[in-house]
């Protein structure tokens, strides 16, 4: 079973990957896409470019189904911009999986500077154990799709291209009128946008320990 099949079964419908407002003009202009941190030129790294605690350069950090809140929370508290304050969650086609090499972790990557990576598919499973390696618990009623440590990451090879990218989550209107404007510039019509303020903060995992799932709206 390929690890693509293995998420789909698991109900699994995209992968996640968040960036600054900034970086979508570098995104989104070229057919590279989402870039390893390796590959970005140094005047356009983040602060989740730069700081790294897995060592794993060559790989872009994804989530499964939903981001990974908690480290966006971190990155923003960091973050010295004070113009360009705000971030956008990208969903990532599952085919991606087909097409890169990949690595996965049922924890955050960077624990104990990449210990718990894996890339053997057949240790899979262990993203949805309970308990996790870190002695993570999930419930009866927790949708299939989400990794029982809501901090589950894959990390694709080298890139992401754009034509993977099939939605952006943003926080309120405003966002999204922004991110409307980009994708206008430059002529791309096959990106859905969603005002989802529940994906972008913490609320998300509450709510998909009830069997339900945060509130999208396509705008």
């Known amino acids: ?111 104990e500077r990449g210990k718990y990576l894996f890339s053997d598919l057949d240790k899979l499973f262990t993203l949805y154990s309970s308990p996790t390696v870190l002695g993570r618990y999930r419930n009866s009623c927790m949708l299939r799709c989400c990794p029982t440590d809501d901090q589950a990451e894959v990390l694709i090879k080298d890139s992401i291209p754009r034509n993977y990218i099939t939605g952006i989550a943003v926080v309120n209107d405003n966002v999204a009128a922004r991110v409307s404007a980009i994708l206008t510039t430059y002529y791309i019509f096959d990106k859905q946008i969603f005002i989802a303020p529940d994906v972008l903060n913490t609320n998300w995992s509450k709510i998909v320990r009830t069997g339900r799932r945060p509130k999208e709206i396509l705008y």
């Open 1 to 111: 079973m390929t690890a693509h099949d293995f998420f789909k079964e698991r109900g699994v419908t995209r992968l996640c990957h968040f960036t600054k407002l900034k970086m979508l003009t570098h995104i989104l202009s070229s057919n590279e896409g989402i870039l390893a941190s390796d590959s970005i030129r140094s005047d356009v790294k983040t602060v989740t470019d730069i700081n790294r605690y897995d060592g794993e350069l060559e790989y872009v950090c994804c989530s499964i189904e939903y981001p990974n809140s908690w480290f966006l929370s971190k990155a923003q508290q960091r973050d010295t911009d004070q113009i360009f304050r705000d971030w956008v969650v990208l969903y990532i086609d599952l085919r991606i999986l087909d097409n890169r090499d990949a690595k996965f972790c049922a924890c955050n990557a960077g624990k």
